[in-house]
């Protein structure tokens, strides 16, 4: 598969992968009908594994040890967290206010993660 095209599944599964984050936590916290569905929970499941894969290719194309590249680390920190905040969103979230409060941080840290990932800096700063 081109580097292009790769990175556009990579791309196109991060969107459809915080879209449904979104959608379910508005779901939830709504309590509205579609949380429910079969397809709710298959399908973050199915995009998130081909995000991941995708990743793993486009970061070993990059760099034998990508780990060492300081902006792909801080991309795998900054998933990892995203990751742990939406369990807490929707799972180990103790009270409502919790739940939603994880929910909100864990879309400010995918858009960290979006700003690492367009800048190639760790770092993000509002006056460069």
Avoid: N
């Avoid at 959608?23 to 579609?34: D, E, K, N, S, T």
């Avoid at 894969?53 to 680390?73: D, I, K, M, N």
């Amino acid at each position: 598969m081109s580097h292009e095209l790769l990175r556009q599944v990579h791309m196109s599964c991060a969107l459809a992968s915080f879209t449904l984050f979104v959608l379910r936590g508005l779901w939830r916290f709504g309590a509205l009908q579609p949380v429910d569905a079969r397809w709710v929970h298959v399908a973050p499941h199915v995009i998130d594994t081909l995000l991941l894969a995708t990743a793993v290719v486009l970061a070993s194309r990059f760099a034998p040890y990508p780990a060492l590249h300081g902006f792909l680390a801080a991309k795998v920190s900054g998933v990892i967290l995203y990751i742990l905040l939406g369990l807490t969103a929707f799972r180990w979230g103790r009270t409502q206010g919790q739940r939603i409060a994880a929910w909100f941080a864990a879309q400010a840290v995918f858009f960290y993660v979006v700003g690492v990932a367009v800048t190639k800096s760790p770092t993000l700063t509002l006056l460069d």
